[in-house]
């Protein structure tokens, strides 16, 4: 997605369906899985978010109404519009992120009083990655305006700006297009209007399930996938035919959804508001060695939770991302790689 004010990346990394609980949640053949998996078996786990808990040490909430280079209509809050519950269709906890009319009282936007609020968070200046595979289960929202994006922009943004840093928008989706999400690239001599970009078909709207998001990234070009289904993917060869290739360096991770702006255009009568993105995990795969938290040890996969769904406090008592006091909660864990877990209900 251009951004000339904040632009926005997208990364992705090595290893089409590498999760195979991912896979198999979006309906993949298990035989299939076990393929990539093997296929794939050079790429680690370097860091996830399972979104179990509010995590703020891996996060940021950026905020503003400024219009992010888009003219969006939404002013983005710090973690208000951002918690995390139980969804019954992913069967674990999920990270919400909400966009709804109103907006904070001290709220100010380019056109005057904010109309809407949504979260943009960003894992800037603490998980940033160089080369891999990015992926996130999601379920979208939709609806005419809605613009949720699933991104990487450049960790040299600040130094060298937009749309030199690089942009990698690993998942798109505007509301006119309830079928349809984009893949696209962004940088210098290739941005705006004038990206590298896919499309894929969903084939039923984008908020009837969830859906595995990924983009596989290295020095020789880019690929992009949805539920282990590659759609799109562009070399460097292309890309330095109309620019240079910026993409050799550390990238970081954007969620946020948008409201209006100049792709997706503005709500109108037939919008329904609030509208939810519901992100089940985020994970990120590299070869080589597998680093704990602290870049020091290798990274055991989370423990399995042996508690069935029906023992987890369900939907309806979402928990605000924003900093607060823990609440006595055990989690249902998501299926990583080489662990097991018990059966999950995928029902609304």
Request: hydrophobic share 40%.
């Amino acid at each position: 997605m251009p951004h000339a004010i904040a632009p926005r990346l997208r990364t992705a990394l090595l290893l089409a369906c590498l999760v195979p609980a991912g896979c198999a949640a979006s309906g993949l053949p298990r035989a299939g899985i076990e393929a990539r998996s093997a296929a794939a078996a050079t790429g680690v786990l370097v860091w996830a978010d399972e979104f179990d808990t509010a995590n703020t040490a891996d996060w940021t909430f950026e905020t503003g109404g400024h219009g992010w280079g888009n003219n969006e209509l939404q002013y983005y809050t710090g973690g208000q519009n951002a918690f995390i519950q139980y969804d019954t269709m992913a069967g674990s906890n999920v990270l919400v992120i909400e966009a709804r009319r109103g907006a904070p009282a001290d709220a100010s936007c380019w056109y005057g009083a904010c109309q809407y609020s949504s979260t943009r968070m960003i894992t800037r200046g603490k998980r940033e990655f160089r080369h891999g595979r990015v992926e996130a289960r999601i379920r979208l929202p939709q609806t005419q305006g809605i613009w949720p994006a699933f991104w990487m922009l450049g960790s040299n943004l600040g130094e060298v700006g937009w749309p030199q840093s690089g942009e990698i928008d690993i998942m798109e989706h505007v509301g006119f297009e309830p079928d349809l999400t984009h893949g696209a690239l962004h940088g210098p001599g290739y941005s705006g209007d004038t990206p590298f970009s896919g499309t894929h078909d969903l084939g039923e709207r984008a908020d009837a399930g969830y859906h595995v998001y990924a983009m596989e990234w290295d020095g020789a070009g880019v690929r992009w996938f949805v539920d282990g289904q590659p759609f799109y993917s562009v070399t460097r060869a292309q890309v330095e035919a109309r620019g240079p290739w910026v993409f050799d360096q550390p990238f970081f991770v954007l969620l946020n959804v948008a409201v209006g702006g100049n792709w997706p255009g503005s709500p109108d009568a037939t919008s329904v508001f609030p509208q939810r993105m519901y992100v089940d995990w985020v994970r990120v795969y590299q070869p080589g060695q597998r680093l704990r938290r602290n870049g020091g040890q290798p990274l055991a996969p989370p423990r399995a939770n042996a508690v069935p769904p029906a023992e987890v406090p369900q939907a309806g008592v979402p928990r605000a991302v924003v900093p607060q006091a823990a609440t006595p909660r055990t989690p249902v864990r998501k299926a990583m790689p080489g662990r097991t877990q018990p059966a999950r209900s995928f029902e609304r």
